[in-house]
């Protein structure tokens, strides 16, 4: 769906002529845009969600427990989306799970980003004995299912957000660390970086300034990639009861206790999963997007 | 060839040590006491202490430790399972066959529907099947799927009451495993609807373990076809007046299967890390539950054995892929 009608090559110039020429091919995808919309909704509802909430995300109302949506005949026009089973307005508390959400996915994929090019940098520059052991330990964190790691790691440091979010990012890491290292090895013998060296740059500015613009194509889809992965591991590992702890409104942690109501009241379960989804959705669209406008191999196809 | 396995096999060996590392360390640096999550007891006097640290083995230098380890777990000794007091190597045993079924046919569901809707979508490119297909592709991709399986029990168990909430069985058959599969020792036990009853229970599972390697096998089928499609002895096929379905079927398939078996095999890993959700939601008694469980237990032992072992099959499973892939693409050969 990403590919449409034939692509016009645009020439423009001008102080945002990248950024243009960016913005041509990207909106060349209606998903893409789509999955953008929805992307800035969410960070907007995440913002000003203590404004936008009907209710306190934690507040029980005891008399109301298990309320049907609004639009059920049992339902209460109150509770929009209905109660969970202690009485907590579910619009509400979806509503602050956004913030949980993007927060996991944005904190994630800083850390992995950050570290992943780090270790890349390093590795792909330097090669020799520090690129053998770095790409070593990439590897053996890649032999391990990401999930299954990221469950044996919240056991050793504990449950919680934050535990969960740095295991999370240490499942992701490698693959920023590969790619950073490979598009550096690429580059580092080109004529531009030898230029730099001789005109006296140390390492440090050509690792930075020299090499590291010339691979962020890549480095930026993946983010994307991992933006979604964080936030699909995170709510897998609060359903399993080890990521964000009650009563936190993180949606994942939402559907921990959901599956004894899934008789009962079926709305319980199904609203926080299709936050999930859609949320996951419009940031695979965005990366879907941002691969084809970046990726010049791909471009024409 | 045997250089290619050889050369894979040599890369192998730090990464088999690391995780043998990784597996021994994992036990030392639990909160706490690790002699006593190892024990499984609390609250111990000091003699009991001693006994244990020595039972365990930490009264010795940490090398000596591994070494051990290393040892114990080369003649299949594990451990033995804090919460059911049987050696771990018996209890993966049993689980394990479990585990294998469902994957299998997970991936045997996401192969069938996959192929074919990546085919069908890159000879229709750019129309509305194309868009729905592949719309529907990032949906599965983007699947939390502990949800899925939750609302396909709501709508399918709950609600037209067809497909059972959880088990690999109805309890009224008992027989004993024979393959461990049991779809195989249903009908070899010969008892009456045992086998149906063992489909119905695995239809679900399976659809929810598989969506996730449906969506990517048919979005790689895709791509991989369009860029087959776009070489010149496809474009030579046509010319020589070929029908469409012969140069799809013969010329352009084989070719585009070759990085999508690849894609098949690295999904080993999506499927383990999808059988410990699945497995939890549809109460399926496999490896992934079995982890699952054992973490809520503090069954350490088991936890310890499980991620050494997991991570070897898969490890495993990937030197196969690598090699099959060598075998169908000489240019790999050579690199």
């Known amino acids: ?301 | 060839m045997l250089r290619y396995i050889l050369n894979k096999l040599a890369l192998i060996v730090p990464t088999l040590i690391g995780i043998t590392i990784c597996a021994f360390g994992f036990v030392r640096l639990l909160p706490g006491d690790p002699i006593l999550a190892l024990a499984g007891e609390h609250g111990v006097t000091p003699e009991r202490y001693e006994q244990l640290k020595v039972q365990f083995g930490f009264d010795r230098p940490i090398w000596e430790q591994y070494g051990h380890y290393i040892w114990d777990a080369l003649h299949g000794d594990f451990g033995v399972s804090i919460s059911t007091h049987r050696p771990v190597v018996t209890e993966f045993l049993a689980l394990f066959p479990a585990t294998v079924e469902l994957s299998l046919c997970a991936i045997i569901f996401a192969i069938l529907l996959g192929i074919p809707a990546g085919i069908f979508a890159a000879t229709r490119r750019g129309t509305v099947v194309d868009q729905g297909l592949m719309g529907t592709a990032l949906v599965g991709y983007s699947m939390p799927i502990f949800w899925w399986g939750l609302l396909l029990i709501i709508f399918f168990s709950g609600y037209l009451h067809w497909t059972p909430v959880s088990g690999r069985i109805d309890v009224q058959y008992f027989f004993k495993p024979v393959t461990g599969f049991m779809l195989i020792d249903s009908l070899l036990s010969g008892q009456k609807g045992a086998f149906h009853s063992v489909v119905m229970h695995l239809i679900l599972p399976t659809i929810v373990l598989g969506t996730i390697p449906l969506a990517v096998i048919a979005r790689q089928t895709r791509s991989a076809m369009l860029e087959v499609m776009g070489e010149d002895y496809v474009r030579t096929a046509r010319a020589k007046g070929l029908k469409a379905r012969r140069v799809i079927g013969l010329h352009a398939l084989r070719n585009a299967l070759i990085p999508v078996v690849t894609t098949i095999g690295l999904q080993v890993g999506v499927l383990l890390a999808g059988a410990i959700l699945t497995e939890s939601i549809f109460a399926w008694p496999g490896i992934g539950k079995w982890m699952v469980d054992s973490i809520y237990k503090r069954d350490y032992v088991v936890v310890q054995a499980g991620l050494l072992l997991i991570a070897l099959i898969v490890m495993g499973v990937n030197l196969l892929v690598d090699v099959l892939y060598a075998v169908v693409n000489p240019r790999i050969r050579v690199q």
């Open chain 1, 1 to 301: 769906m990403t590919d449409t009608t034939e692509i016009v090559p645009v020439v423009s110039t001008g102080r945002f002529a990248g950024l243009r020429e960016f913005w041509h091919y990207f909106s060349q995808s209606r998903g893409a845009v789509l999955g953008l919309v929805v992307f800035i909704l969410l960070i907007l509802v995440a913002l000003f969600a203590p404004w936008i909430a009907p209710h306190d995300p934690t507040e029980q109302y005891k008399q109301f427990f298990l309320a049907p949506p609004a639009w059920d005949p049992g339902g209460n026009p109150q509770f929009l989306l209905g109660t969970d089973p202690v009485g907590r307005d579910i619009l509400s508390r979806l509503i602050h799970g956004a913030r949980f959400s993007l927060l996991i996915g944005a904190m994630v994929v800083v850390l992995s980003v950050v570290g992943g090019i780090v270790l890349g940098l390093v590795a792909g520059y330097f090669r020799g004995w520090v690129d053998v052991v770095i790409m070593r330990v990439m590897d053996l964190i890649l032999a391990f299912p990401p999930l299954l790691l990221a469950l044996v790691l919240v056991t050793v440091l504990g449950p919680g957000l934050v535990n969960a979010m740095l295991a999370i990012a240490l499942t992701l890491q490698p693959y920023f660390a590969r790619l950073v290292r490979g598009s550096v090895m690429a580059e580092r013998n080109r004529e531009y970086v030898t230029s730099a060296r001789l005109a006296g740059a140390g390492h440090f500015r050509l690792m930075l300034v020299t090499i590291l613009p010339n691979c962020l194509a890549p480095i930026i889809v993946q983010a994307t990639l991992s933006f979604s992965d964080a936030i699909l591991n995170a709510a897998a590992l609060g359903f399993l009861g080890l990521g964000a702890q009650p009563p936190t409104p993180e949606w994942g942690t939402m559907l921990a206790n959901a599956r004894e109501f899934i008789q009962r009241a079926p709305w319980v379960v199904t609203f926080p999963g299709l936050c999930i989804l859609v949320t996951v959705l419009a940031i695979n669209l965005i990366g879907d997007g941002l691969r084809d406008a970046l990726d010049p191999k791909l471009k024409r196809s």
